[in-house]
């Protein structure tokens, strides 16, 4: 059965950053018969409510976009919550998947599964080479179990299930708490409201020296549509910019774009986690995709999103 316009399609975690740019790109391509669930009406944590979900509504594709996430601070504060709760989703998505015969299913990772010590660009076989990074290692293995689960899933019932290996995100519809939420919509926020409140001084955690890759959101659901649209293979993918920054230069070039004018603090009581994490985004090139969104445009367009939808 292939990818049509009235095909029935599951997002999975709808309302989160990516699933609702998954929906965004999806209606802007005249997909109509999409299944959505928040996670209030569908707890996917729930193995039976899950099994009658599938039951019931059989759907045809699944992005399964649905997760726990957070930045280092959440990643490290509450790190049953992140294993338990991602294994939890991942695996009643997968196992019902296959039991009500899904066409396809596309599970989303995340760059933090690659060795903390990966050579530079990290390449998609570095994969379980080297130790995890401590500050997120329960959510990243969950990501390595829910991208094994897909690989022997389609070995053992060759369920045509992929999985692709996102950089870091940003973009409209992120996390914005202070506390939870993952660098870029943190700096954002600080940065804004130290100029609204005429602040002098914001306060950025770390060294700043750690490097990070930024995808802007519609870019990577754009990726995820063209994955579900024409990649059948077992082996993940990376998605990324191929380009880093360091946090340094990402709080410079965020406060250009909000216009803060004062000092930057640097907290060194906070952890800089991994140095580095930029992807190899040869093999997703060679599939002839490419992001399409720089940084600064993207933190301007992240900006005005946030002004219009947060600023109180
Ligand atoms: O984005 P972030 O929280 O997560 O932190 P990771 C990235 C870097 O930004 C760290 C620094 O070096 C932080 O110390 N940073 C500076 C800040 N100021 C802030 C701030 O105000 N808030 C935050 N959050 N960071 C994530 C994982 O790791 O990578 C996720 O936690 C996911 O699970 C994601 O895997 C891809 O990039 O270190």
């Known amino acids: 059965m292939e990818f049509s ?40 944590r729930k193995s039976e409510d899950v099994i009658n979900f599938f039951k019931m509504e059989s759907p045809e594709f699944v992005f399964l976009a649905a997760a726990k996430v957070g930045g280092i601070l959440a990643n490290s504060s509450y790190k049953a919550d992140f294993i338990y709760d991602n294994l939890m989703i991942q695996t009643n998505v997968i196992k019902n998947a296959h039991q009500f015969g899904v066409e396809k ?29 401590a500050t997120n290692e329960p959510y990243a293995i969950a990501k390595i179990a829910g991208l094994k689960m897909c690989e022997y899933f389609r070995e053992q019932y060759g369920c045509n299930f992929i999985t692709t290996m996102p950089t870091n995100l940003y973009g409209e519809n ?50 995820c549509v063209f994955l579900m649209k024409s990649y059948n293979e077992s082996p993940t993918i990376n998605v990324g910019t191929g380009e880093d920054i360091s946090i340094k230069n990402l709080a410079l070039l965020i406060k250009e774009v909000t216009g803060f004018n004062g000092e930057l603090d640097w907290d060194s009581s906070m ?42």
Not at 5 to 17: L, R
Not at 21 to 43: F, P
Not at 105 to 133: D, H, M, R, V, W
């Open 5 to 44: 316009k009235n095909s029935k399609i599951y997002v999975a975690g709808h309302n989160g950053m990516v699933g609702s740019a998954i929906v965004r790109k999806l209606q802007s391509l005249g997909h109509t018969n999409l299944l959505l669930k928040s996670s209030k009406e569908l707890d996917l």
């Open 105 to 133: 299913l596309l599970f989303l990772g995340s760059s933090c599964i690659y060795p903390k010590n990966s050579a530079q660009p990290i390449k998609e076989e570095y994969l379980l080479t080297g130790l995890l990074e």
């Open 174 to 223: 992120d996390n914005f708490d202070l506390k939870s939420s993952h660098v870029l919509p943190a700096l954002l926020r600080k940065f804004h409201e130290a100029k609204t409140n005429n602040t002098n001084k914001v306060s950025i955690w770390g060294s700043g020296n750690p490097k990070r890759e930024f995808l802007h959101v519609d870019d990577l659901a754009d990726a």
């Open 271 to 312: 952890p800089d986690g991994t140095y580095r994490k930029l992807l190899d985004v040869s093999k997703i090139h060679n599939l002839e995709w490419k992001a399409k969104t720089s940084l600064k445009d993207g933190i301007k367009l992240t900006y005005d999103w946030y002004i219009k939808n947060h600023d109180v």
